[in-house]
Every structure is written in structure tokens, then in C-alpha cells.
């Protein structure tokens, strides 16, 4: 396993503007990193710069400590498994897993062990003498993976490898890649578009937005204490509501916030330092309750999605018409489309934002 350390990496195609620019990050050895992000955002292109793929155009790569920025990618000590499989099909799967140690020169008797330790791993040695076109997208991946396991590679990267995959096969293949991380203990990046999959796999997550890190952190701590509306946004299904709101005062020492439509909010925290006029309010879909349309903000039901495991009610607050999303239990009486009830906020685990999207820090 090795360490990787992002030092100010930037990345620009020509005389275009910069696609990644000034960016910093530290890897740990054996630690599991989620790049994560919209689609443009520079993961992948960040990625493919690690490997080796694509050029830095200015600032350091270093693995192990060592400056890689001039590297082949054969000599990075580095594995990467891409979104397609890429498996030649008219090798078996103990060949397509050896190939790249047959290139190398290594004796048949030392590939096929290592093959076969591989193959164990990932629980896939009952399939080594068939084809690709004999197995499922699940079993393809896992032979993709397996390619790279057999390099022993100091550093494993991943391209959105569940991509391909249906929802079922991509929470298993989650749980294997878990599981992978934990027998072998090897630094990985993972780079996705899925919330879901940075939440469950990460030690950390990495969140991109324009090329730029918008926040780094473990995926609790990012869930809970977003820096910035947008990975607020971005972390959490369904995400965070958003309110914008105005500062109406204090009365003894709780802040008091005013909506759309004369409705107004007792916040019951205060920012600390200066505190604008102009905020927007974010609080997730469970520490929002349904109350009685006197009792709380008012506001139309619109959509009521009930999934069994939970009901999500999505609402529009009166005076604003701001979409507004409660989880309420699956067992709960919830309200009718079109009815007029009323939403309590728990302030306690509320956020407040400046109109710049960054946020508060609250006393």
C-alpha cells in the first residue's frame, strides 16, 4: 500500500480555462477514498492524472513520497478498474485475470497461483475456465477487479465500476468491495456519481463541484456538517430542503427567522459574528414533523410516496412555494394531496447558509 499526496494539481486542455485547478489532497495509506461529484465535475479526469492516463499540466503527484508526475503508468505501482469491463472474449477468465503478468514475463506456475489467490478473494475460482459471454455483469466486474488484484499494485483506482450494474447487483457489489478493502488493506480511490455509494464505501469522501473540492471529510461528518449548500444538496436522499429567509431580530437571545407569506420561524440558535440579512435555511426530511396547520408553518401537500420503509410527504410552503420533503414513518397516518398542514422544524438540526452558500457556524 502506498500514500498519495495531491499537491497543488491543476489540469487545462490547450488555452481552454482549467478543468482542475490548485487542488489539494492527502490519501493515507490503506484508506478508502470517494471522489464523488456531478457529472463535469473532475473526478475522473483526476483520476486518469493519478494513473497516468492524462497529463498534469502544473503542480506535484506524489506516491510513497516520491514525485510520479513524469511516470509511465506501468511504473506508478498503481491498478485501475474502469466503468467497462473491457475483457477480451476469447480468453477464459484465468486468462484475462493473468494477462498482464504473462506480458511481464513471469512464469506460467507463478501466474496461475496468483491467479488463484485472486480468484479466492473474490470467491469467482469456480468460474476461471469460462468465457466472458458465460457470465453475469456481477461475475464480469469481479474478474475486472481480479485483473488488477494479481498486479499486488501499491494503489487501486476505480472508474464508476458499479455504473453498469442494476440496483440489486450494486448493493452486493458493494458489500464485496467493502469486504475487499478489509482483507487487503490496499489504498483505494473511488470515483462516483452516487451519493449512496460514497456514503456506504468511503472513509472519506472527497466532494467536487467545477473542479474544485468543495469539502473532504468522513461521510458522517460531510452528512451532518456540510461547509456549503451544495454538498448539503448533494449528500442525502431525498437532499436537504432549502428555505431562504430573512433575519427578523432576536427576542431573548433566539434568533428569529421570516418566510414567504408572513410566516415566520423561531430558530432558537444564533450565528456567530456578523450575521447577514439575507440567509437560506436547510433542514433534511427527517427532522421535519407533521403538525397540525395551525401549529406550524403552513404548507400544501403535493406528492405523498409511500416505500414501505418509510413515507416521503413533499410539500409546498405557502407564501414561497418552495418545495419542502418530511419522512415521516411507515406506519404513520400521512396527510392527502391537497391538504393544508403544518411542518415544525427541529432546530437543533438545522443549518443556516449566507446567499453565498456557505455556511454559518452557530452558537
Given at each position: 500500500?502506498?500514500?498519495?499526496?495531491?499537491?497543488?494539481?491543476?489540469?487545462?486542455?490547450?488555452?481552454?480555462?482549467?478543468?482542475?485547478?490548485?487542488?489539494?489532497?492527502?490519501?493515507?495509506?490503506?484508506?478508502?477514498?470517494?471522489?464523488?461529484?456531478?457529472?463535469?465535475?473532475?473526478?475522473?479526469?483526476?483520476?486518469?492524472?493519478?494513473?497516468?492516463?492524462?497529463?498534469?499540466?502544473?503542480?506535484?503527484?506524489?506516491?510513497?513520497?516520491?514525485?510520479?508526475?513524469?511516470?509511465?503508468?506501468?511504473?506508478?505501482?498503481?491498478?485501475?478498474?474502469?466503468?467497462?469491463?473491457?475483457?477480451?472474449?476469447?480468453?477464459?477468465?484465468?486468462?484475462?485475470?493473468?494477462?498482464?503478468?504473462?506480458?511481464?514475463?513471469?512464469?506460467?506456475?507463478?501466474?496461475?497461483?496468483?491467479?488463484?489467490?485472486?480468484?479466492?478473494?473474490?470467491?469467482?475460482?469456480?468460474?476461471?475456465?469460462?468465457?466472458?459471454?458465460?457470465?453475469?455483469?456481477?461475475?464480469?466486474?469481479?474478474?475486472?477487479?481480479?485483473?488488477?488484484?494479481?498486479?499486488?499494485?501499491?494503489?487501486?483506482?476505480?472508474?464508476?465500476?458499479?455504473?453498469?450494474?442494476?440496483?440489486?447487483?450494486?448493493?452486493q457489489m458493494r458489500i464485496e468491495l467493502a469486504r475487499l478493502h478489509r482483507e487487503l488493506g490496499t489504498t483505494m480511490v473511488y470515483v462516483?456519481?452516487?451519493?449512496?455509494?460514497?456514503?456506504?464505501?468511503?472513509?472519506?469522501?472527497?466532494?467536487?463541484?467545477?473542479?474544485?473540492?468543495?469539502?473532504?471529510?468522513?461521510?458522517?461528518?460531510?452528512?451532518?456538517?456540510?461547509?456549503?449548500?451544495?454538498?448539503?444538496?448533494?449528500?442525502?436522499?431525498?437532499?436537504?430542503?432549502?428555505?431562504?429567509?430573512?433575519?427578523?431580530?432576536?427576542?431573548?437571545?433566539?434568533?428569529?427567522?421570516?418566510?414567504?407569506?408572513?410566516?415566520?420561524?423561531?430558530f432558537g440558535r444564533t450565528p456567530v459574528g456578523t450575521l447577514p440579512s439575507q440567509l437560506t435555511l436547510g433542514i433534511r426530511p427527517e427532522?421535519?414533523?407533521?403538525?397540525?396547520?395551525?401549529?406550524?408553518?403552513?404548507?400544501?401537500?403535493?406528492?405523498?410516496?409511500?416505500?414501505?420503509?418509510?413515507?416521503?410527504?413533499?410539500?409546498?410552503?405557502?407564501?414561497?412555494?418552495?418545495?419542502?420533503?418530511?419522512?415521516?414513518?411507515?406506519?404513520?397516518?400521512?396527510?392527502?394531496?391537497?391538504?393544508?398542514?403544518?411542518?415544525?422544524?427541529?432546530?437543533?438540526?438545522?443549518?443556516?447558509?449566507?446567499?453565498?452558500?456557505?455556511?454559518?457556524?452557530?452558537?
Amino acid at each position: 500500500m502506498a500514500s498519495l499526496s495531491l499537491r497543488n494539481i491543476k489540469k487545462a486542455y490547450g488555452n481552454n480555462a482549467p478543468v482542475i485547478e490548485g487542488l489539494n489532497l492527502e490519501v493515507g495509506k490503506g484508506e478508502f477514498v470517494v471522489f464523488v461529484g456531478p457529472s463535469g465535475c473532475g473526478k475522473s479526469t483526476l483520476l486518469r492524472m493519478i494513473a497516468g492516463l492524462e497529463d498534469i499540466t502544473g503542480g506535484d503527484l506524489l506516491i510513497e513520497g516520491e514525485r510520479a508526475n513524469e511516470l509511465h503508468p506501468s511504473e506508478r505501482g498503481i491498478a485501475m478498474v474502469f466503468q467497462s469491463y473491457a475483457l477480451y472474449p476469447h480468453m477464459t477468465v484465468g486468462e484475462n485475470m493473468g494477462f498482464a503478468l504473462r506480458l511481464s514475463g513471469m512464469d506460467k506456475r507463478a501466474i496461475k497461483e496468483a491467479v488463484g489467490r485472486a480468484a479466492e478473494v473474490l470467491r469467482i475460482t469456480h468460474l476461471l475456465d469460462r468465457k466472458p459471454a458465460a457470465l453475469s455483469g456481477g461475475q464480469r466486474q469481479r474478474v475486472a477487479i481480479g485483473r488488477a488484484i494479481v498486479r499486488q499494485p501499491k494503489v487501486f483506482l476505480f472508474d464508476e465500476p458499479l455504473s453498469n450494474l442494476d440496483a440489486s447487483l450494486r448493493v452486493q457489489m458493494r458489500i464485496e468491495l467493502a469486504r475487499l478493502h478489509r482483507e487487503l488493506g490496499t489504498t483505494m480511490v473511488y470515483v462516483t456519481h452516487d451519493q449512496v455509494e460514497a456514503m456506504t464505501l468511503g472513509d472519506r469522501i472527497a466532494v467536487f463541484n467545477a473542479g474544485k473540492l468543495e469539502q473532504v471529510g468522513p461521510p458522517i461528518q460531510l452528512y451532518r456538517e456540510p461547509r456549503s449548500t451544495f454538498v448539503a444538496g448533494f449528500l442525502g436522499s431525498p437532499k436537504m430542503n432549502f428555505l431562504d429567509v430573512e433575519t427578523a431580530g432576536a427576542v431573548a437571545g433566539n434568533l428569529q427567522l421570516k418566510l414567504g407569506g408572513n410566516q415566520s420561524l423561531d430558530f432558537g440558535r444564533t450565528p456567530v459574528g456578523t450575521l447577514p440579512s439575507q440567509l437560506t435555511l436547510g433542514i433534511r426530511p427527517e427532522h421535519v414533523r407533521v403538525v397540525p396547520a395551525a401549529a406550524g408553518l403552513q404548507a400544501r401537500v403535493d406528492m405523498v410516496e409511500n416505500l414501505g420503509d418509510t413515507q416521503l410527504v413533499h410539500t409546498a410552503l405557502a407564501g414561497s412555494e418552495a418545495s419542502f420533503s418530511i419522512r415521516m414513518a411507515p406506519d404513520a397516518i400521512s396527510p392527502r394531496v391537497g391538504d393544508v398542514v403544518g411542518i415544525h422544524i427541529d432546530s437543533a438540526n438545522a443549518l443556516l447558509f449566507d446567499r453565498t452558500g456557505r455556511a454559518l457556524e452557530l452558537a
